[in-house]
Nanobody, 123 residues
Framework: QVQLVESGGGLVQAGGSLRLSCVASGRTFSYYPMGWFRQAPGKEREFVAAIGGYGFKNYADSVKGRFTISRDNAKNTVYLQMNSLEPEDTAVYYC?????????????????WGQGTQVTVSS
């Protein structure tokens, strides 16, 4: 059984930083895309960032230059370093993974989802 477990969320002031981590178990995702989506209250879930098995990265325009996605295949883990956080970044952040090689920004194309971790940015 595949599980994705996120950690690292919390409350931070605007301009601050947080680092999210997501550990996968039950399957090795070394060569497959992993990433992050988020959902703010009253809004649709949206793509944040994804990284392919060989390091290709894709970011939402709203986070480019502020967020960095990375992975440690030996630990089956993906990270999201979030800098210069803004109140608009407040959301539940979900870790995702898929067992197809292509990086995608479409939520329905990810097979596995974590339970989510809350990020709150105060102004």
């Amino acid at each position: 059984q595949v599980q994705l477990v996120e950690s690292g969320g919390g409350l931070v002031q605007a301009g601050g930083s947080l680092r999210l981590s997501c550990v996968a178990s039950g399957r090795t995702f070394s060569y497959y895309p992993m990433g992050w989506f988020r959902q703010a209250p009253g809004k649709e879930r949206e793509f944040v960032a994804a990284i392919g098995g060989y390091g290709f990265k894709n970011y939402a325009d709203s986070v480019k230059g502020r967020f960095t996605i990375s992975r440690d295949n030996a630990k089956n883990t993906v990270y999201l370093q979030m800098n210069s956080l803004e109140p608009e970044d407040t959301a539940v952040y979900y870790c995702v993974a898929r067992h197809s090689l292509t990086v995608t920004t479409t939520s329905s194309e990810y097979n596995y989802w974590g339970q989510g971790t809350q990020v709150t940015v105060s102004s």
